[in-house]
T-cell receptor, first 114, second 112 residues
Framework: DTEVTQTPKHLVMGMTNKKSLKCEQH?????MYWYKQKAKKPPELMFV???????INESVPSRFSPECPNSSLLNLHLHALQPEDSALYLC?????????????FGEGSRLTVL | LAKTTQPISMDSYEGQEVNITCSHN???????ITWYQQFPSQGPRFIIQ???TKVTNEVASLFIPADRKSSTLSLPRVSLSDTAVYYC?????????????FGKGTRLHILP
């Protein structure tokens, strides 16, 4: 199984809603990532988890709250978002070894904030 | 982190070989070079990775000169389905907690 599965594929939410994006991988990878991608822009790193601990937070606003319940799961909790937060949210995983840095990406969750 | 510079866009025709060059003048000794491909509304997909000289796989070749200040991704005999954005990344092979940062990428458009 070389897949990273993200749910939901599409999400529409109001600015007062609370929702979550989910990501799952069963490749035994010990690093998991959240990226945000706006149209015609490159993916922008948000968070990195290494061995289920948050290792990198790229100064992301607190209305985005990541969670890594176990080595296979990664969540992104969303609360009080703004319309400019509408984007494609990509989850990725990697082996976290010095010899192999390949990222495996999911298909993404398309978020629209009204 | 080494900064990368790629052409913003390129056009080519089906059946041609396409070479996309990435400049990374301040690449460090431990840095490796990776290329990803991304189709619209999908996550990026790993294509190839190398440290020096030439690497080839079933999809592409990666040429890295001795000074490693640039690299060239070569796609043999492209088809319409190779239309995508191609990203060149440079990262520290020795850093376990690597910030994997994407540059602006090259938008490749294959014409019939």
């Amino acid at each position: 199984d070389t897949e990273v599965t993200q749910t939901p594929k599409h999400l529409v939410m109001g600015m007062t809603n609370k929702k979550s994006l989910k990501c799952e991988q069963h490749m035994g990878h010990r690093a998991m990532y959240w990226y945000k991608q706006k149209a015609k822009k490159p993916p922008e790193l948000m968070f990195v988890y290494s061995y289920e601990k948050l290792s990198i937070n790229e100064s992301v606003p607190s209305r985005f709250s990541p969670e890594c319940p176990n080595s296979s799961l990664l969540n992104l909790h969303l609360h009080a978002l703004q319309p400019e937060d509408s984007a494609l949210y990509l989850c990725a995983s990697s082996k976290l070894t010095v010899s192999d840095k390949e990222l495996f990406f999911g298909e993404g969750s398309r978020l629209t904030v009204l | 982190l080494a900064k990368t510079t790629q052409p913003i866009s390129m056009d080519s025709y089906e059946g041609q070989e396409v070479n996309i060059t990435c400049s990374h003048n301040n690449i460090a000794t431990n840095d490796y070079i990776t290329w990803y491909q991304q189709f619209p509304s999908q996550g990026p997909r790993f294509i190839i990775q190398g440290y020096k000289t030439k690497v080839t796989n079933e999809v592409a070749s990666l040429f890295i000169p001795a000074d490693r200040k640039s690299s060239t991704l070569s796609l043999p005999r492209v088809s319409l389905s190779d239309t995508a954005v191609y990203y060149c990344l440079v990262g520290d092979k020795e850093n376990r907690d690597d910030k994997i940062i994407f540059g602006k990428g090259t938008r490749l458009h294959i014409l019939p």
